[in-house]
């Protein structure tokens, strides 16, 4: 079973809008952390904002918000307010279980290839 | 700040060949992983090592060797090319044990195709 599901392969988003990439995660671990990432098209991999299982609060990193869900194993992404340079490919990522296993790596979604349109 | 540097940007092999990806960071970092991206398939994991002196496979590890030199470098090795190992590689870092807000530094990645 996929551990991070992101069902919109592609989306567009008028200039000034702002959009919701979805994220769902599977895991049994109650220590977690989810993690987006954004890659251009040159290819680079630029992190954008984290969210603890255990955060209360919603993660906010400028135009970034995490909607985060507990309950719906849900880590949507919100890109407030969209830019030309905001078109890129969006990967939801989560390190689960790090309190017993030490450094776990990132597991990924597909991505969601989002177009922002002037 | 160079961060994680990946060496080379671009490879092409013939089918059978051998090669190895080099990856150093300078960030004092433990942990390194190195991943694979393939159109429609998002990063999957090929091998890690959680800190100096030890490896673990990843999700996908056929075919793959892999070094942890010492804490700054870990290398990717194809021991003999396959056209199914054409892809981007992606090599990334983090720093501390055991934490959740452990944010995974990448390289800007090898697009290696096999002849």
């Known amino acids: 079973a996929q551990k991070i599901t992101q069902t919109q392969p592609g989306m567009f988003v008028q200039e000034k809008e702002a959009v919701t990439l979805d994220c769902t995660y599977d895991?049994?671990?109650?220590?977690?952390?989810l993690f987006w990432y954004k890659q251009p098209s040159s290819g680079e991999m630029i992190f954008l904002i984290y969210?603890?299982?255990?955060?209360?609060q919603n993660a906010t990193e400028g135009r970034y918000s995490l909607n985060f869900q507990k309950a719906r194993k849900s880590a949507n992404l919100v890109i407030s307010a969209s830019q030309l340079g905001d078109s890129a490919m969006y990967f939801c990522?989560?390190?689960?279980?790090?309190?017993?296993?030490?450094?776990?790596?990132?597991?990924f979604g597909k991505g969601t290839r989002l177009s922002v349109i002037a | 700040n160079a961060g994680v540097t990946q060496t080379p940007k671009f490879q092409v092999l013939k089918t059978g060949q051998s090669m190895t990806l080099q990856c150093a960071q300078d960030m004092n970092h433990n942990s390194m992983y190195w991943y694979r991206q393939d159109p429609g398939m998002g990063l999957r994991l090929i091998y890690y090592?959680?800190?100096?002196?030890?490896?673990d496979k990843g999700e996908v590890p056929n075919g793959y060797n892999v070094s942890r030199l010492n804490k700054r470098e870990f290398s990717l090795r194809l021991e003999s090319a396959a056209p199914s190992q054409t892809s981007v590689y992606f090599c990334?870092?983090?720093?501390?044990?055991?934490?959740?807000?452990?944010?995974?530094?990448f390289g800007a990645g090898t697009r290696l195709s096999v002849l």
């Open positions: 090592s959680a800190s100096e002196g030890t490896t």
């Open positions: 969210q603890g299982s255990y955060d209360q």
């Open positions: 895991t049994s671990d109650p220590s977690y952390g």
């Open positions: 990522a989560m390190r689960e279980g790090y309190r017993n296993s030490g450094n776990t790596p990132l597991v």
């Open positions: 990334a870092s983090t720093a501390g044990v055991g934490l959740a807000k452990n944010i995974q530094y």
